[in-house]
């Protein structure tokens, strides 16, 4: 995927831009597919199939550095399980825009903790006006519990983020993400064999899968790995607001899914407390 994207000499900006769109598109495909295998199952595909092209690609050694922080790792893809359960959980009730939205609470919550700027109340303000225009009233209908869970995604993105950094620091490379990917796998597989059993064996079933898990996870941390080498991170978390919007733009171009004015009015307002707290992060 680094060779591919090197080769076609693709701007950095580029790359985020097609990151963010493989994301949401590879959302808007799981969606479609829930009928076939519900949430959980196609979670359990996702990040097991991203687990073993990470394996394939990187084949992280089981060491003695990664054995001293097994724990932070157990609970960096417990986080990482958690969060991508919680959040395909929460577009099945909801809209995609919607729950990218409201799941975006919680690294925005990260950029601005501790803050005490009067700058970064503004785009707290900013965020909980999209989430009152979210909420079910003056004749708003929206799932709660579609909003719960999809909030609960934001709380463990939020914990993602944090261990993510935190094994980074621990553990060089991205042995870390590996090791915790295959651990997401091993806490996601009871929950799918549950839910779906045999039916996850179905060829088309992988095969669905896999174009989820390379939407999703390969092509788009690929993707922005190589951007992050010259593109500022201020810039990187401003183009990553975008999320909400094109997650929207998705839902409605895969699915049909149709916003009303004070959804989209809300989606962009969290969009924007999003760039402004990455565009004047201290």
Same mark, same amino acid.
């Given at each position: 995927m680094?060779?591919?994207?090197?080769?076609?000499?693709?701007?950095?900006l580029?790359?985020?831009?097609?990151?963010?769109?493989?994301?949401?598109?590879? &959302?808007?495909?799981?969606?479609?597919?829930?009928?076939?295998?519900?949430?959980t199952?196609?979670?359990?595909?996702?990040?097991?199939?991203?687990?073993?092209i990470?394996?394939?690609?990187?084949?992280?050694?089981?060491?003695?550095?990664?054995?001293?922080?097994?724990?932070?790792?157990?609970?960096?893809?417990?986080?990482?399980?958690?969060?991508?359960?919680s959040?395909?959980?929460?577009?099945?009730? $909801?809209?995609?825009?919607?729950?990218?939205? @409201?799941?975006?609470?919680?690294?925005?919550?990260? !950029?601005?903790?501790?803050?005490?700027?009067?700058?970064?109340?503004?785009?707290?303000?900013?965020?909980?006006?999209?989430?009152?225009? @979210?909420a079910?009233i003056?004749?708003?209908?929206v799932?709660?519990?579609?909003?719960?869970?999809?909030?609960?995604?934001?709380?463990?993105?939020?914990?993602?983020?944090?261990l993510?950094?935190?094994?980074?620091?621990?553990?060089?490379?991205?042995?870390?993400?590996?090791?915790?990917?295959?651990?997401?796998?091993?806490?996601l597989?009871?929950?799918?064999?549950?839910?779906e059993?045999?039916?996850?064996?179905?060829?088309?079933?992988?095969?669905?899968?896999?174009?989820?898990?390379?939407?999703? &996870?390969? $092509?788009?941390?690929?993707?922005?790995?190589i !951007?992050?080498?010259? @593109?500022?991170?201020?810039?990187?978390? $401003?183009?990553?607001?975008?999320?909400?919007?094109?997650?929207?733009i998705?839902?409605?171009w895969?699915?049909?899914?149709?916003? &009303?004015?004070?959804?989209?009015?809300?989606?962009?307002?969290?969009?924007?407390?999003?760039?402004?707290?990455?565009?004047?992060?201290?």
């Open positions: 680094k060779q591919i994207a090197s080769r076609l000499s693709v701007p950095p580029g790359l985020v831009l097609c990151s963010i769109g493989s994301t949401q598109i590879g &959302s808007a495909l799981a969606k479609s597919l829930f009928q076939q295998i519900g949430p199952g196609m979670v359990l595909l996702r990040v097991g199939f991203a687990a073993v990470l394996f394939l690609l990187w084949r992280p050694r089981w060491q003695a550095l990664v054995r001293t922080h097994l724990w932070l790792l157990v609970a960096f893809g417990l986080s990482l399980a958690l969060m991508n359960w959040f395909y959980e929460a577009i099945n009730r $909801v809209p995609i825009g919607i729950g990218v939205a @409201l799941e975006f609470l919680g690294p925005l919550g990260v !950029a601005i903790a501790n803050s005490r700027r009067w700058i970064d109340g503004l785009w707290v303000m900013l965020a909980g006006a999209g989430i009152l225009l @979210l079910p003056q004749g708003f209908e799932d709660l519990l579609g909003m719960a869970l999809a909030l609960l995604a934001g709380v463990f993105w939020a914990a993602y983020i944090l993510s950094a935190r094994t980074g620091r621990a553990i060089p490379g991205i042995d870390g993400l590996t090791w915790a990917m295959a651990i997401a796998t091993l806490v597989l009871p929950l799918g064999v549950a839910t059993g045999a039916a996850l064996l179905q060829p088309p079933a992988l095969l669905l899968g896999l174009g989820v898990a390379l939407l999703s &996870s390969v $092509v788009p941390y690929s993707f922005e790995l !951007a992050l080498r010259s @593109l500022p991170i201020k810039t990187f978390g $401003v183009l990553l607001s975008l999320e909400p919007v094109a997650a929207a998705a839902g409605w895969v699915l049909g899914e149709t916003l &009303s004015l004070r959804a989209w009015i809300a989606i962009g307002l969290v969009s924007l407390a999003a760039a402004g707290a990455a565009r004047f992060r201290s």
